[in-house]
């Protein structure tokens, strides 16, 4: 059963730094990895989608890298914005059509 | 193009009832997710529904169904309400294009009392 763990659970940065959230993956057996946010209340917005065969990718501020091998990936956040605050989620999908395993995100708090 | 469109938005009932949601997906979408999100046991899968059959199940008691219409509009329907099924309730819908790239609706945030 995939198990999908994401570090740090919570993270409060000031406003201008550079910061790094972490996902893991138990089975390394999947066919992309994506990376959401969420505001309090609302629905998942698409950040990022990384296939299987690719190792990263990039828009805007923000560069997601995968390692399938070792079942790890990164979200990178440049320059972090007090619009960044938000929860991220990654999300896995394995062989079973359109089923996301999710992590249990990570709360991210921007400080002007 | 309209987004998914989750009706509705937020809806109170008591334990014992029985509710049901609508999703209407984007335009061109035949693929309808839902899944279930609390603060104890995060998002989970509940089903997803393709051309008005269910292809994928995930490990909810049978007082979650659901169903797809021709339209690809979908309902969900929780009977026999427990306090334990307080969730936000968010559907997606998807293009096929790529495997698991869904988009999501803003949910439907139920309480029950």
């Known amino acids: 059963k995939q198990e999908v763990t994401q570090i740090p659970a919570a993270l409060s940065v000031p406003e201008g730094e550079n910061l790094v959230l972490n996902c893991s993956f138990t089975d390394s057996a999947i066919y992309n990895l994506q990376w959401f946010r969420q505001d309090p209340g609302k629905g998942l917005t698409s950040l990022l989608l990384?296939?299987?065969?690719?190792r990263e990718q990039t828009s805007g501020r923000l560069n997601a890298s995968l390692d399938k091998s070792s079942g790890r990936s990164t979200l990178y956040i440049a320059a972090s914005q007090p619009g960044d605050s938000a929860t991220y989620l990654c999300?896995?999908?394995?062989?079973?059509?359109?089923?996301?395993?999710f992590g249990g995100g990570t709360r991210l708090m921007v400080k002007p | 193009k309209a987004g998914v469109t989750q009706t509705p938005r937020y809806l109170i009932k008591t334990r014992g009832q029985q509710v049901t949601l609508s999703c209407s997906p984007i335009?061109?979408?035949?693929?309808v997710s839902w899944y279930q999100q609390t603060p104890g046991q995060g998002l989970q899968f509940l089903f997803e529904?393709?051309?008005?059959?269910?292809?994928n199940k995930g490990n909810f008691p049978g007082r979650f169904s659901g169903r797809q219409f021709s339209n690809s509009r979908s309902e969900m329907n929780v009977s026999t309400l427990e306090l334990g099924d307080s969730a936000l309730y968010l559907c997606?819908?998807?293009?096929?294009?790529?495997?698991?790239?869904?988009?999501f609706g803003e949910g439907s945030r139920l309480t029950v009392l």
């Open positions: 529904y393709f051309s008005e059959t269910q292809r």
């Open positions: 999300a896995v999908v394995g062989n079973a059509g359109n089923m996301l395993t």
């Open positions: 335009s061109g979408h035949r693929s």
């Open positions: 997606a819908s998807s293009l096929e294009r790529i495997p698991g790239e869904l988009f």
């Open positions: 990384i296939q299987s065969s690719q």
